[in-house]
């Protein structure tokens, strides 16, 4: 006699436990691609652009214009850093993995450049709608930040991810899967910092996490000075 329950048979079950398996297969296939075409960018530079110099150092691509806003509210602009090589790299506040290796490294850099060298130090955040200047500045705090030589800057989301892509050749942007339990925050961007030297003209990119990476950009700095 039925129950009046209706009953799957094994093979239902069998294909619709199947079918969902290859939908969350598929879905995460497409989430990696995602990230993956985020990421595309970092380090990739025009070919014609990888010409040797009179220093020995590529000229990897040109910085283009920008103005973006600094801890103390004032602009930063290509032009004002035109003139001096700096390093530049890219930030948030709350990321939990890189940034805090990222900017010691920076600050050791900071620290190491004679007291006269007009190398200047930028460090760009991905996650402007949190990073206001005021938090800007008290993240600078952390890492003794002199603002004379090391500037936190922040901007418009869609500026800043332009400038990473299109200037730097570097990944920088929102996370499209987003997962806390897996990433440091719900943005991703380049762990490299980037050498551009006195014409705005990206000259080397260097692991901001690893001490040895930043040995060598500051070799490459001297003979930029020279």
Known sequence: MSDGRRRFSPGFVTLVALALLVAGAAWAWQARQARRALYATDGQVPAVAAMSSELGLPIL????????????GTAVTARNLE???????FIFTTCAGVCPLMSAQMARLQE??????PVRLLSITVDPARDTPEVLRAYAERFNARPERW??????????????KDGFHLGAGE??????DRDDGPFFHS???????????IRGYYEGTES??????????AHLLE
């Open 61 to 72: 691509g040109e910085i283009p214009d920008f103005s973006l806003v600094a801890s103390d």
């Open 175 to 180: 996370l499209p899967d987003y997962d806390p």
């Open 83 to 89: 003139g001096t090589p700096w390093v530049a790299n």
């Open 191 to 201: 762990s490299r910092l980037a050498l551009v030297d006195a014409h705005r003209r």
């Open 112 to 117: 190491e450049l004679p007291d006269d060298s």
């Open 212 to 221: 040895a990476q930043v040995d060598r950009l500051q070799k490459d700095l």
């Open 151 to 164: 500037q936190f800057v922040t901007g418009q989301p869609q500026q800043i991810y332009a400038l990473a």
